[in-house]
């Protein structure tokens, strides 16, 4: 078997058309080049080169050349893509996040991310928190983006920032105008929209009004739609009021506890590719930056 370093100084010599300009270039002295040269032929049982001068290559010495350059060429690329991916600048890095970290938080951090890395594939998926922890579990993407998933699921949780819920209502209705903070008494005559982020709110403090409700809408669009057309007020964490159309009021809550925490959620039985771990710290630089929610001081 000959030896890719054997190869490869067989086409350095081959290319320069001398020994010395090959070993300048291999960095290693002539009288190692030409040893290797000889163990090269000794092993083929032939001469590589017409004379001692080393410009003019034998059949055989054409063939190992240009065998020889296709396998390096191969060998040197796939090292490269090898390389690459281990320093996190080649791969495919897939995601799953809550529709408000995607829509506020995950482009600026993914821009930054992808300024240095052209050769990374980026699959995102906006989704409630209920699918980001099964797509995590079942390997479908890397990392999620979401509240904390439940115990039974046996997955990981970084917190990164808490937030707190905000009462959304038509601009119209009586509710628009009452004075801030909302008290949970404010709402007894009102029906309540819910949506699957309220899954990460203790529900004891207003689960009088998740009794009286009939309407739950998982899309957040959608269900902004409702409270657009005044069918009831709905609960949003703050990220997701912060791009709401004109006639959707925002009414801060008296009721401190009625926040949700988002974090990171990946598999704990799964390494961490090089390119999820370079991801995470771009997000958590990125969202310090952008300045829209308070990063919890977590190790």
Known sequence: MIRLDALRALVAVAEHGNIK????????????????????????????FEADRKQTLTE????????????LR????????????????SGRLRLASVPSVAVTLLPQALREFLQTRPDVDVELVDTDSTDVWHMVESGQVDMGFASAPSESLHLRFDALFR????LICHSASVMATK?????????EDTNLIMNEALRAVPQQNFKHLTERSHLSVRNVSSLVAMVVADMGVTLLPNLATLNLPAD????????????????????????????AK?????????????GKVAMLDVT
């Open 21 to 48: 300009d090959a070993a300048e270039q291999l960095h290693r002295t002539t009288s190692a080049l030409s040893m290797t040269l000889k163990q090269i032929e000794d092993r083929l049982g032939g001469p590589l």
């Open 60 to 71: 055989l010495g054409l063939l190992v050349r240009d065998t020889g350059g296709i396998l």
């Open 74 to 89: 191969d060998y040197d690329r796939a090292m490269e893509a090898i390389a690459a991916h281990a320093g996190a600048f």
């Open 163 to 166: 937030e707190p819920f905000r």
């Open 179 to 187: 004075p801030e903070p909302i008290e949970w008494r404010d709402l």
């Open 248 to 275: 959707v009021a925002c009414r801060a809550l008296a009721d401190a506890s009625c926040c949700r925490t988002v974090g990171i959620i990946q598999r704990p039985d799964k390494v961490v590719s090089p390119l």
């Open 278 to 290: 370079a991801f995470q710290a771009t997000f958590a630089l990125s969202v310090r930056k952008q």
